[in-house]
Each structure stands twice: as structure tokens, then as C-alpha cells.
């Protein structure tokens, strides 16, 4: 299984980014997919989950600004980051979560990350 983030970039302040997650192989359903991030020297978190069915949950420190979206028929995930802020900067990461996992809590061991994709947000 391998996952192919994209969409990251420098951005300034307030501005917005698209990123998408691609799976090889039909991992996102029927499970909940998630956004983490990893600012340096941080653990990596867990910022924006969405089941299968399509309820949703976030970090409180992106809650109304990102929104976390599923296309399961093309194995992607979505996540739109809007008024992104310096304390956005960080890699992203997609994969399926945990039942231990929470937004805005660390994530757990996972067999499998992608390369993620850098986001910079600065002026």
C-alpha cells in the first residue's frame, strides 16, 4: 500500500491550500481516513478524520477552517486548508485511523506513511 500526498506549498497568511491523498489499493474504505501533520520537532497529530459514512471530526485548532473530503472511488482524500496560519507549517500525511486516534491527539504506530507534503505558511 502506498499513499502519494500532493498539494503543498508556501502560502501567506490567511491564504489557502488544496491537499489530496492518493491510495494504491482500496484502503480508505470501508475505514476512516485521516489528515496528520508533523511540525519539527513535534510528534505527529492527528488533525481531520472522516468515516466512511461521511461524518466528520477536527483538531480544534483547524475546527472551521479545514474541511476533510472522500472520493472512495478514486482511492483520494481530501483536504481543504483555509486562513491557514504560521502554526499550519508543518508535513501532511494521509492514512486510515485508528480507533485509538483522536483530532488533536497524537497519532498511533502505523505500518504504512507516504512521503506527505510540505505546507509553509509565512510572509
Known amino acids: 500500500v502506498q499513499f502519494v500526498e500532493s498539494g503543498g506549498g508556501l502560502v501567506q497568511p490567511g491564504g489557502s491550500l488544496r491537499l489530496s491523498c492518493v491510495a494504491s489499493?482500496?484502503?480508505?474504505?470501508?475505514?476512516?481516513t485521516g489528515w496528520y501533520r508533523q511540525a519539527p520537532g513535534k510528534q505527529r497529530e492527528l488533525v481531520a478524520a472522516?468515516?466512511?459514512?461521511?461524518?466528520?471530526d477536527y483538531a480544534d485548532s483547524v475546527k472551521g477552517r479545514f474541511i476533510i473530503s472522500r472520493d472512495n472511488a478514486k482511492n483520494t482524500v481530501y483536504l481543504q486548508m483555509n486562513d491557514l496560519k504560521p502554526a499550519d507549517t508543518a508535513v501532511y500525511y494521509c492514512?486510515?485511523?485508528?480507533?485509538?486516534?483522536?483530532?488533536?491527539?497524537?497519532?498511533?504506530?502505523?505500518?504504512?506513511w507516504g512521503q506527505g507534503t510540505q505546507v509553509t505558511v509565512s510572509s
Open positions: 472522516m468515516t466512511d459514512g461521511g461524518s466528520t
Open positions: 489499493g482500496s484502503i480508505f474504505s470501508p475505514y476512516p
Open positions: 492514512n486510515q485511523v485508528f480507533l485509538e486516534e483522536v483530532p488533536g491527539g497524537p497519532s498511533s504506530e502505523h505500518d504504512y
